[in-house]
Nanobody, 115 residues
Framework: QVQLVESGGGLVQPGGSLRLSCAAS????????MGWYRQAPGKQRELVAV???????NLADSVWGRFTISRDNAKNTVYLQMNSLKPEDTAVYYC?????????WGQGTQVTVSS
């Protein structure tokens, strides 16, 4: 069983930055594919960014050049650095882990971009 705990969400003005963190329990974090998803009100959950166990990353077109995903295997933590935030980035952001054929989700953290 893997538990994921997100932190770092909040209210930020357009053009601002936030860094989300996701701390994972267990000893298999380094073997996990980690991802960040988001869900805005009335919309489906969508993939924002993913990082493999080897550190390869992929980002959604909508956040390319603004967001960065990274991981620290020594801390069992994955990060999402969000820069140049826009109102359309407002959503609940969820951490996701895929390992050993199983999938786990965090509880989500709210990000609101508004002036």
């Amino acid at each position: 069983q893997v538990q994921l705990v997100e932190s770092g969400g909040g209210l930020v003005q357009p053009g601002g930055s936030l860094r989300l963190s996701c701390a994972a329990s267990g000893s298999i974090f380094s073997h996990s594919v980690m991802g960040w998803y988001r869900q805005a009100p009335g919309k489906q959950r969508e993939l924002v960014a993913v990082i493999t166990s080897l550190g390869s990353t992929n980002l959604a077109d909508s956040v390319w050049g603004r967001f960065t995903i990274s991981r620290d295997n020594a801390k069992n933590t994955v990060y999402l650095q969000m820069n140049s935030l826009k109102p359309e980035d407002t959503a609940v952001y969820y951490c996701n882990s895929r390992v050993g054929g199983r999938e786990y989700w965090g509880q989500g953290t709210q990000v609101t971009v508004s002036s």
